[in-house]
């Protein structure tokens, strides 16, 4: 039973990253925690017999007009849903002078509810999960105590990538899903920009591939293969480094991953447009029909000449394993398009086995000058799920939404307007609560 005095908050999805965010917010005294979602099931696993959560079947494309309620009935709402959603519940906590979190981008039409939110009095806390979340958090961390020591950056680089742990890299493509497979194949059309040495590169979405570089951390055996996180330039402002000559954010993948995924973009398998006539089709018959060629012995000869497919590292193998050119497994629709084709075979072949451990790594890169010298200065966070427990990635998105919305409702962070986690008053008490469960950089610095 729930108490009139008790703080009142609504979780819009019961995704993959949701456990630990609830468990953390079930566990606060005088919270009660009410979980809307289309699956009633996934709410109710959540929330076991805990007799401060509360599940109830919502469908925010089904019943849009239902949000004003929920949101109105609670003190705070966090969004998990698809980023498309977030302004419709920021538009509705406005209008009932509720507030929000959410672990997303903020997007131009959630940055021009800024006003707004000010003149209702609440915050909408965007960017509180680990990338972004986490990533701007430690990284103004560094660089607040750099100014504060009377130097400046010069050049930052940033990077983070959810992969498995080193055990678990059991497949040939070193990779599997722990958040929305779609979601990580659309992130793989985005453009990206960034500033190199004084000068902005601009990659088109269909070239993102094509720019990677390795990186080494002191912490794991292997390196990874880097390559750049949408627009950087705008952090030139949010992290207050207008002056520096490289900023760059950038994703870590497993080595081999960018030429894959490369061929797996030209040979048509992300796009979006859906396919008809697929009834009766094998993936084969899919990759033929994509490629241009007959569904003979000779398909993946010919798809690797068509494409430049490289020998190694050995992509059609990986394709092969993935079940891209099975000639008796039917597609799973008769109409579909490529990218969710993929996705569901995504969804059947890289997932984890239980007990198996994801992992987080993040690492930045500062340079910063100072009167008297320069500092070289590296932070770096490697993070592992939990055998038969939480992953790494739902902690590291979870946990940060969780302790931001604790400190909003005890009134520890009193701003309105929307924001992201770039301020002292948000980062310290968040960073020093998660490294209090586990979730620690490791900074290290060198002097010339």
Same mark, same amino acid.
């Given at each position: ?17 949701? #456990? ?14 009410? =979980? ?15 007799? !401060? ?9 089904? !019943? ?56 209702? $009095? =609440? ?5 509180? +999960? ?20 009377? +130097? ?96 760059? #954010?950038? /994703? ?7 030429? /894959?995924?490369? &061929? @797996? %973009?030209?040979? $048509? ?12 089709? /094998? ?7 994509? $490629? ?27 394709? *092969?394993?993935? +079940? ?12 579909? %398009? ?8 995504? @969804? ?11 992992? =987080? ?14 500092? &070289? ?7 592992? $799920?939990?055998?038969?427990?939480? /992953? ?5 998105? +979870? ?15 009193? @701003?309105?307007?929307?924001? =992201?986690?770039? @301020?002292?008053?948000?980062? !310290? ?12 950089? *490791? ?6």
């Amino acid at each position: 039973m729930t108490s009139d005095n008790d703080k009142q908050i609504l979780l819009l999805g019961a995704g993959l990253v949701t #456990r630990p965010l609830v468990n953390y917010l079930l566990d606060v005294p005088g919270f009660s925690l009410t =979980i809307a979602t289309r699956t009633l099931a996934k709410a109710h696993a959540l929330i076991g017999d805990r007799p !401060n959560g509360l599940a109830v079947q919502f469908d925010i494309e089904e !019943n849009p007009d239902g949000l004003n309620e929920l949101v109105a009935k609670h003190d705070l709402a966090i969004s998990l849903l698809p980023a498309m959603h977030h302004p419709a519940v920021a538009k509705a906590a406005i209008r009932h002078k509720k507030l929000m979190v959410t672990t997303s981008y903020v997007s131009d039409e959630m940055k021009e509810l800024d006003q707004a939110a000010k003149d209702a $009095g =609440i915050i909408i806390l965007n960017e509180i +999960g680990v990338d972004p979340g986490i990533d701007h958090m430690s990284a103004m961390r560094v660089i607040h105590d750099v100014e504060a020591r009377g +130097g400046k950056i010069t050049s930052f680089r940033s990077y983070c990538g959810g992969l498995p742990a080193p055990e678990a890299k059991t497949t040939p493509w070193g990779y599997k899903f722990s958040w929305s497979p779609r979601g990580v194949v659309l992130a793989a059309k985005n453009s990206a920009k960034y500033l190199e040495d004084g000068k902005i590169v601009e990659i088109p979405g269909e070239n993102l591939f094509d720019y990677f570089h390795h990186v080494k951390l002191e912490e794991l055996e292997d390196g990874f293969e880097a390559y750049a996180n949408r627009d950087s330039m705008p952090y030139q402002d949010v992290y207050g480094l207008t002056d520096v000559g490289t900023m760059y #954010r950038g /994703t870590f993948r497993n080595l081999g991953h960018c030429v /894959t995924w490369k &061929k @797996l %973009s030209e040979a $048509g398998l992300f796009d979006i447009e859906v396919l008809s006539g697929l009834d009766r089709m /094998t993936y084969r018959d899919l990759m033929a029909k994509l $490629g241009g060629f007959p569904n003979d012995g000779n398909l993946e000869t010919a798809i690797s000449a068509k494409f430049n497919i490289p020998a190694d590292p050995p992509v059609i193998g990986k394709w *092969t394993w993935l +079940g891209l050119f099975d000639n008796e497994k039917p597609l799973p629709a008769a109409e579909m %398009s490529p990218l969710d084709i993929l996705v569901a075979i995504f @969804l059947e072949k890289l997932q984890y086995e239980p007990g198996e451990r994801d992992m =987080i790594a993040m690492h930045h890169k500062f340079e910063a000058e100072f009167p008297d010298r320069t500092e &070289k200065i590296t932070s770096t966070l490697v993070d592992f $799920g939990i055998p038969y427990g939480d /992953t790494s990635m739902a902690r590291t998105v +979870g946990l940060p939404a969780a302790v931001a919305t604790r400190m909003i409702l005890h009134g520890e962070i009193k @701003l309105t307007g929307v924001h =992201i986690p770039v @301020l002292p008053e948000i980062y !310290n008490p968040i960073l020093d609560e998660l490294e209090g469960l586990g979730i620690k950089f *490791t900074e290290r610095s060198v002097t010339g």
